[in-house]
Each structure stands twice: as C-alpha cells, then as structure tokens.
C-alpha cells in the first residue's frame, strides 16, 4: 500500500505565514476557547494568551456539537471576530470547517482549516481542502484505525494539498473515566508512516483540565510537534467544553512547567 502513498515517510514541514510546523521545528501551541462566543471574549483570551506565548489563535465558528439544542457556534460573525482577535495579537488563526457551503469563508479568514473529528470520514470534505491551498489540520476520527486516518489524509494529498498537520485528540475505547482515551503511541507512529506534523490535543483527548498537564509533557515526550489547548478566559463560564478548558493563569502555569521540561 505504501508505494502507491504520497505520503511516505519523508519528513514535511508545513509552513503558516512565518511559522514552521514539524521537522526539526521547535514545538508550537496552538490555544483558545473551544468556540467564539461573543467578540469580547475571544479578544480578552487572545490578549490573555499573548502574555504568555502562543503560536495559534483557536476558536470553533461551526460547532459540532452532540445536540442541536446547545450552542452551534457563532458562524461567519464569529469567523470576523476570530480574525479580529488573531490580528491584535499578531498571531494566526485556526478554526474547524464543518461542511462545504462555508469553505471559501473559511479559507478567506483562517490561516489553518480545520477537520474535526467527526468530519475525518467526510471524504467528499476531504477531497474539497486537498483542492486549496492552505494548510489543513486533520483530527483523528473518533473511531479511526490508525490505518483509516493515513488514508484520509492520503486524500487531501491525492487532491493535491500536501500541507495537512495531524492532531490526535483520543479515541472511543470502553474507558468512561476520560472522555476519550488519549492514544500517544499513534504519535510516533503516524510521523513513522507519513512523515507529517503531528500535533496533541490533551483538552478533547481526556475531557479533564487537570489531565491536560501530563498528557502534554508526554506528548512533547512522544515527539508531538506542538499542542492545541482549550483556554477560555473564564472556563465556569463557557458555552462549550468548559470542563477541559484552562483559564490563563492555569495555561501559564503549565507552559512554565513545559518549558523547565526537556524533551
Ligand atoms: C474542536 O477542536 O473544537 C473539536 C470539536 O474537536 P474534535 O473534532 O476533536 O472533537
Ligand atoms: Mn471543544
């Protein structure tokens, strides 16, 4: 299967605005509230974030969320106030495209794209983001094989978009205790067979803010080339994922503690 694979192996690093992901790149955090819930807010964590160092605004617009009676997501209102808030402080922005009606609002504002975990089978999506030219961040489907998500993103690079960063964000396994069971061993694995960016998402990955911590030190431990964090400026407060979200003063706690750590 693999020589037929464009992605073979052969370390790539992809490239946003000046930053370097993967390689022999140093890792980058990628942090922000689950989802944009009002301008102010997303510019208060932005500001908050700068403080403290980050690489990445990132901010869902399009929610998908388990019932259609909690909050969806602000749309392309909130996609303005993400940009508005990525621009302030100098940083770029990422947030997750849901469906193909909104990929060319999605590209005109965001410097990463998103495929979220629900999405990662949406071969039809798949097939649109390998068509642009812009970097794609491909979560692991929920239920994925290892095989299943290098398959996807063999899609994206089939239609022609080798810029793809994964990010593992945990599996369905029997455990209850985490939300989803965080699979650190796919991190080696997946750089191994595709020789693309992998990145960890310790906030969907356990479902717990006091997991986030140690599941990122093992990550970095593991090779990941950088986190994606929830942070919110006031997680009691938040509309979605408030339960797996730190607040500033708890991501500057941690990014202190990653940075006396050597990986
Ligand atoms: C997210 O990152 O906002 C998200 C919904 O994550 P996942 O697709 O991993 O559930
Ligand atoms: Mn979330």
Redesign the pocket.
Same mark, same amino acid.
């Given at each position: 299967m693999k020589d037929k694979r464009i992605l073979t192996g052969k370390q790539i690093a992809v490239k946003v605005g000046t930053l370097n992901i993967g390689g022999d790149n140093p890792s980058i955090m990628i942090a922000g509230p689950?989802?944009v819930e009002s301008r102010q807010q997303v510019i208060d964590t932005a500001l908050a974030l700068k403080e403290v160092g980050v690489d990445v605004l %990132?901010g869902?617009v399009f929610?998908?969320r388990t019932s259609p009676y909690t909050f969806q997501g602000m749309g392309l209102k909130g996609l303005e106030y993400l940009k508005e808030a990525g621009e302030k402080i100098n940083t770029p922005i990422i947030t997750?495209l849901m469906d193909e009606k909104n990929l060319d609002a999605v590209v005109e504002y965001s410097d990463i794209i998103?495929i979220?975990?629900?999405n990662m089978y949406n071969y039809s999506l798949l097939k649109e983001v390998g068509g642009i030219n812009k970097p794609i961040l491909l979560?692991r489907g929920?239920s994925a094989s290892i095989k299943e998500w290098v398959m996807a993103a063999e899609y994206i690079a089939a239609y022609g978009n080798n810029n793809i960063i994964l990010?593992e %964000?945990g599996i369905r396994t029997f455990e209850v205790y985490t939300r989803n069971t965080l699979d650190l061993a796919a991190v080696p694995i997946m750089k191994s067979e595709t020789g693309l960016p992998i990145i960890v998402?310790p906030s969907?990955g356990t479902g717990r803010k006091e997991l986030i911590m140690p599941m990122a030190k093992g990550a970095l431990a593991c090779g990941a080339d950088g986190l994606?964090v929830?942070v919110h400026i006031d997680p009691t407060e938040a509309l979605s994922?408030g339960q797996q979200s730190l607040n500033p003063k708890e991501y500057k706690k941690m990014i202190l503690e990653l940075n006396r750590c050597s990986f």
């Open positions: 689950c989802a %990132r869902g929610k998908p997750e998103q979220g975990s629900r979560k929920m990010c %964000r998402d969907h994606m929830e994922d």
